[in-house]
């Protein structure tokens, strides 16, 4: 019989062994458990409200959209069964596909459609001039929608299709009720996936289910198109931001899949036998931004100067680190897609000091400080800026490079005062394919002053260009327009491209397959093995 | 003694007034917008202005002041500009990885530094005591950090005992729960081990001068007896006082540990909410930490009643 003492250590010698076993606990799944580590936390739900990537990446786990495009950026049908365009090109009208059901079990009306469009209309960009081209949005039937506009409008498909930032995604009637300017509070979609919201806690877990009773298409799976069939029971966001943290948990099997890899882990886990490191976003890439408003890029020549002192390679290189991870590009469209072009005038992505500095002095410029804002935090971003300022400094400029956190650039570049009351000339951020593949969907692109991006450029010209963009429906045009826009970007001196990076996604080797190409992050038709 | 309990009590109101006033001007005078957040990238500056103007950051400071006070007299915290949560829920969720980690590291940092402090007093100017006192330096001068990765290394990537990061909620079950403890309490516990070892070394050595002590050798007690009984209760009051101080302390330690271990606590919270200059949450989470700070300080002078009877409040 043991002694009491015994019995003691018995029960702690149990309980060790139990606390240690190798086989963990964290490695096991019930059922089919894909847990990934998102881009960043999910704090906001409304895919209207924001333009915040992570939100449109919860926004195509739970919504469906009308049309998608595929992963070479062409537009498909997605909830759309079917769709005639009138001989004036003035009326569309669409016809839903059958066993489309909200996650309540309620059937998705063109009453659900047409007031989800009413509200993505009032909130994006190209939704906004889409809603003013329109005469009247009906519906036919409960599965039947007509949209009419006054006149021509070439983007009917490519705005209903919208990949990015920010897609019209459909919600019931009664959740599109809310006020554009309120973020919603019901997840209600018609999706693959299912929110769970009593298991939804910021800054640790997003959790989805499997939407049992979603209809895919029946086309192969490709970008924000084709069948979105979910092969897991449950998709589960783990939200880890430290990139040590998050290659340690993927190398040690406790998380599936990192959405973006920080390219500081590239070397190890590329090495890593038990890791895919894939790059289904085919590219991102880097802008620099001006500001138009104030001296001294109020005068293009100068703003032409700064742009005369990229060096892509050099800005490239110490951001990316690795050869095979960026490239150059001097198009303002994503180079291989169907807009770039090469005729970029005298941008080359090549710095030209000589010119630049000829180029200052005919324009004036009083050697006043540029204000260059370096976002010392933001790994993603923070290579840049101290290169850029040398490249400033030998095409002539003074520059005045001001180190602050993200959150504090992101408020100052919205500000509109002199260099002396907290305003800025110049910053640096990134953007997806998805976001700049066709010029209505790039947000800096804008020549319409005050009311633009932040830079402000004034550029009647190019809003002109963007109108008939808007109005024209044949490619060849749209192609011409679009070279025209480009080269009024580098006249104008608006912002340039400073480069190309491969976004890398990783994964366990053997466990997950199935990861689809697109121009966005899409986390249907993975498989967990 | 319920006078000095009120008395306490009522102290705290005015260092609470302090600390929300404190940290509502330090939050609007530092630079950053949650509305620019709030928009997104792609977002204009009229889209922030409308934001700004929904969250009522257009307002005068007296006047956001006013309305945030008069909500806290409700005993409304507020709610996050970002989540469709309250500040209280969002404390809520996050509160239970915070007491668990800082629960476990106190009980470690006591079982391994108070018999650590009394054998250096015991075996005083011995190389004992010399290599303890080298490893309180090591512990005072190593970041939690490193100390973090260095055990992530060995213990989950190297030998794959445990796991490299997160929580597991004790619902969830006692053994995953305390396996994801080890290395976050262990990292946070070597300095706290460092302090309460070095002072409990000091005041047990000093006891061990006291005529008392002499006397019960004398006696013929066991040398064991006299350490614990005699010497150690006598030195209990600036132990007790060094932990609770480390307890406070903790809450900061908190906020790096949980970091490097991804552990979704309130220091993890409070990060994101000032990365996100979300400023509801973190004047509640200040609050709130200001609130169990004075808690401890007051649960420690209550604990001297225990360790010295002759105090008398």
């Known amino acids: ?529 | 003694m319920l006078i000095f309990l009120a008395r306490r009590i009522l102290s705290t109101v005015p260092v609470l007034v302090i600390v929300a006033l404190i940290v509502f001007l330090m939050l609007r005078l530092a630079p950053g917008d949650p509305a620019a957040a709030i928009v997104g990238d792609s977002g204009t500056s009229e889209n922030i202005a409308k934001v700004r103007g929904q969250l009522g950051l257009n307002e005068s400071l007296p006047t956001q002041f006013v309305r945030w006070s008069g909500q806290l007299l409700q005993g409304n915290l507020g709610e996050s500009y970002f989540m469709k949560k309250t500040v209280v829920e969002l404390i809520g969720q996050r509160i239970e990885p915070t007491v668990s980690l800082a629960a476990v590291t106190l009980v470690v940092t006591i079982l391994i530094a108070v018999p650590l402090g009394v054998v250096a007093a015991w075996r005083h100017g011995g190389w004992l005591d010399r290599m303890l006192m080298g490893f309180s330096v090591m512990g005072f001068s190593i970041p939690a950090f490193v100390i973090g990765y260095v055990l992530i290394w060995i213990f989950a990537l190297h030998l794959q005992l445990l796991p490299v990061q997160g929580y597991s909620r004790l619902s969830q079950g006692p053994w995953l729960w305390i396996r994801h403890l080890i290395l976050p309490s262990i990292t946070l516990s070597i300095i706290y081990v460092a302090l309460i070892a070095r002072v409990t070394r000091a005041a047990v050595a000093e006891a061990m001068t006291e005529d008392y002590i002499r006397t019960a050798r004398a006696k013929g007690i066991s040398e064991k007896r006299v350490l614990m009984r005699h010497a150690l209760a006598n030195a209990a009051i600036p132990i007790v006082t060094v932990i609770g101080i480390g307890i406070a302390l903790l809450i900061g330690g908190v906020v790096v540990t949980e970091t490097v271990f991804a552990i979704p606590g309130l220091g993890q919270l409070t990060v994101d909410a000032v990365l996100s200059r979300d400023f509801p949450l973190i004047q509640g989470i200040t609050l709130f930490f200001s609130v169990v700070y004075v808690l401890i300080n007051l649960l420690i002078d209550l604990s001297y009643l225990v360790f010295d009877p002759r105090i008398r409040y």
Not at chain 1, 167 to 179: E, G, K, L, S
Not at chain 1, 225 to 249: P, S
Not at chain 1, 346 to 367: C, I, M, R, V
Not at chain 1, 431 to 449: E, H, K, Q, S
């Open chain 1, 1 to 529: 019989m043991l002694s009491k003492r015994n019995l003691k250590a018995v029960v702690v010698g149990a309980m060790l062994a139990a606390a240690f076993a190798t086989t963990s606990a964290f490695a096991q799944d019930a059922g089919k458990v894909l847990r990934l580590v998102p881009q960043s936390d999910l704090k906001i739900l409304d895919p209207i409200w924001t333009t915040a990537f992570i939100t449109r990446n919860h926004g195509y786990a739970v919504y469906d959209t009308l049309f998608g495009v595929d992963e070479q950026g062409k537009v498909k049908p997605q909830m759309v069964d079917k769709y005639t365009t009138g001989a004036d090109g003035k009326t569309w009208t669409f016809t839903l596909r059958k066993s489309l059901e909200f996650h309540d079990g309620k059937p998705v009306t063109s009453e659900d459609v047409l007031a989800s469009l009413k509200r993505w209309g009032q909130r994006d960009g190209l939704g906004q001039k889409m809603y003013a081209a329109l005469d009247k949005a009906e519906a036919v039937d409960a599965n039947t929608f007509r949209l009419v506009f006054k006149d021509s409008f070439g983007m009917v498909v490519d705005a209903l299709s919208k990949p990015s930032s920010n897609p019209p995604f459909i919600m019931p009637a009664r959740v599109a009720a809310t006020p554009a300017d309120k973020q919603i509070d019901d997840a209600t979609g018609s999706g693959p996936y299912i929110f769970k919201k009593d298991e939804y806690r910021p800054g640790e877990k997003v959790v989805y289910l499997k939407n049992t009773r979603y209809v895919p298409r029946t086309e192969a799976p490709s970008g924000t198109a084709g069948g979105k069939n979910v092969y897991v029971d449950r998709m589960e966001w783990i939200i880890l931001k430290d990139a040590q943290t998050q290659a340690n948990a993927l190398a040690n099997g406790e998380v599936d899949m990192i959405e973006w890899l920080p390219p500081e882990q590239y070397t190890a886990l590329k090495n890593n036998a038990a890791i895919t490191v894939d790059n289904p976003i085919p590219k991102g890439s880097f802008a620099l931004h001006l500001n138009h408003i104030i001296p001294p890029f109020d005068n293009p020549k100068i703003a032409q100067a700064a742009i005369m002192a990229i060096n892509q390679e050099a800005l490239m290189r110490a951001q990316m680190v690795h050869k095979e991870l960026y490239n150059s590009c001097a198009s303002v469209y994503p180079c291989g897609t169907a807009f770039s072009s090469d005729k970029t005038g005298y941008f080359t992505g090549k710095p030209q000091f000589e010119k630049a500095k000829a180029l200052l002095k005919e324009a004036g410029y009083d050697g006043k400080p540029v204000v260059l804002m370096y976002p010392a935090d933001f790994a993603l971003l923070n290579k840049f800026p101290p290169v850029m300022a040398q490249l400033l400094k030998q095409a002539g400029f003074n520059v005045d490079m001001q180190s602050m956190d993200w959150p504090t650039l992101v408020t100052r570049r919205a500000k509109k005062d002199p260099v002396d009351k907290g305003g800025w000339n110049l910053f640096i951020t990134g953007w997806g394919i998805a976001d700049n593949m066709n010029p209505m969907f790039y947000a800096p692109l804008t020549g319409n002053g005050e009311k633009g991006w932040f830079g402000w450029a004034t550029d009647d010209k190019l809003e002109q260009l963007k109108s008939e963009f808007l109005a024209s429906a044949d490619e060849p045009r749209r192609k011409e327009l679009a070279t025209a826009i480009q080269q009024r970007v580098y006249d104008t001196g608006i912002y340039a491209p400073i480069g190309e990076y491969k976004p890398l996604t990783a994964y366990r080797k053997g466990v997950v397959s199935g990861v689809v190409r697109s121009p966005v992050n899409v986390f249907w038709n993975i498989k967990k093995s």
